[in-house]
Nanobody
Framework: QVQLVESGGGLVQAGGSLGLSCAAS????????MGWFRQAPGKEREFVAA???????SYANSVRGRFTISRDNAKNTVYLQLNSLKLEDTAVYYC????????????????WGQGTQVTVSS
């Protein structure tokens, strides 16, 4: 069992930056793929980024070059740095853990955090 707790959301102006963190419980954190998803009002949840145990990242096209995912296995924490934020980045951001070899779909992930709100204003 893995419990995930996100933090760092908030209100930021367009063009600004924000950092999200996700702290995980459990001794096997390093064995999980860690991902970030987001859900905007009226839309389905979508993949944002994921990182393998060795730090290798993958990004959705909409955030590549602006967002950076990283992890610290010693601290059981995964991070998402959001730069050059746009209005369309407004959403609830969820941290997730997967025991699969790789995945960028909801169904690939076994554990989810409660979400943290990111609001980008003009």
């Amino acid at each position: 069992q893995v419990q995930l707790v996100e933090s760092g959301g908030g209100l930021v102006q367009a063009g600004g930056s924000l950092g999200l963190s996700c702290a995980a419980s459990g001794r096997t954190f390093s064995s999980y793929i860690m991902g970030w998803f987001r859900q905007a009002p009226g839309k389905e949840r979508e993949f944002v980024a994921a990182v393998r145990w060795n730090g290798m990242p993958s990004y959705a096209n909409s955030v590549r070059g602006r967002f950076t995912i990283s992890r610290d296995n010693a601290k059981n924490t995964v991070y998402l740095q959001l730069n050059s934020l746009k209005l369309e980045d407004t959403a609830v951001y969820y941290c997730a853990a997967s025991s699969k070899l790789w995945g960028n779909q909801d169904s690939d992930y076994d554990y989810w955090g409660q979400g943290t709100q990111v609001t980008v204003s003009s």
